[in-house]
């Protein structure tokens, strides 16, 4: 399991649940139809814990753009590594995605709404307004990144020593998704990574959905800029607290 491997698999086990959920709450005919926005917001919570799960201990879990760039520019990551990390996350997202289509494409079939399908892959605002859909974004992922870059291990003050949590170390993450989707994704469903929205959103226009409509290729551009500029300012910020 290499850092490269790892965020491939991260990143497809993120976008396999996260989507998935968005599948199962949206789709007609599942169980889970219409069952809301705490079902979506949990299940993308626990996407993100189990993602970092099993990638964590090999790459860091970043699955995400604008983390991996907002720790470059924090100096907590080395740049040279950016293009590899990012390589591997739409790699992953895309595989993800395209693993969700697969197992619900007789749920796709029996949808009707175009605009509903792509929401299981992408994100698109609930009111269309440039500057507020990418102060959105921008805000949703400095939270998320600041948050990460303030993250600190447990010791045990005897000795100093760090205590390990295990696999409940992934937990803090998946708690600030969680609340981050809670509390400002009803706007723009808070991509807050590039490849969340853009990987899945390829699969999209490329597999064959009955009646799919658009892939919303305007509005593509605001999850993908939002979050590596929220990215950036929570490095900026950060760096300028120490």
């Given amino acids: 399991m290499t850092p490269f491997i790892a965020e491939i698999v991260g ?20 169980y889970g139809n219409g069952s809301g926005w705490i079902v979506i917001t949990t299940g993308w919570a626990f996407a993100v814990y189990t993602g970092v799960v099993v990638a964590g201990p090999y790459s860091g879990a970043h699955m995400n753009p604008a983390v991996t760039i ?29 693993f969700v289509w697969l197992m619900n494409k007789d749920h796709f079939d029996v949808t009707e709404d175009g605009n509903t399908k792509r929401g299981v892959f992408c994100n698109a605002p609930a009111i269309p307004n440039t500057f507020l859909n990418i102060l959105t974004e921008v805000m949703g992922t400095f939270v998320l990144v600041f948050a990460v870059l303030y993250f600190t ?36 469903g808070y991509a807050i990574n590039p490849a969340r929205d853009l990987g899945p959103r390829i699969i999209h226009a490329l597999v064959p959905i009955k009646n799919k409509g658009s892939n919303g290729w305007g509005y593509s551009w605001i999850p993908v800029f939002g979050p590596i500029l929220g990215a950036s300012l929570a490095a900026g910020i950060a760096m300028l607290l120490q």
């Fill in 11 to 30: 990143t497809f086990l993120l976008i396999l649940l996260g989507c998935g959920v968005n599948a199962n709450v949206s789709l007609k005919q599942t």
């Fill in 153 to 188: 291990d447990a010791v045990a003050t005897s000795d100093n020593s760090i205590i390990g949590l295990g696999s409940l170390g992934a937990l803090p993450v998946a708690i600030i998704v969680w609340g981050i989707g809670l509390s400002l994704g009803g706007t723009t």
């Fill in 70 to 98: 907002g720790l470059a520019l924090a100096g907590e990551f080395s740049i040279y590594d950016v293009p590899n990390y990012i390589m591997a996350q739409f790699i992953g997202a895309m595989l993800g995605a395209f």
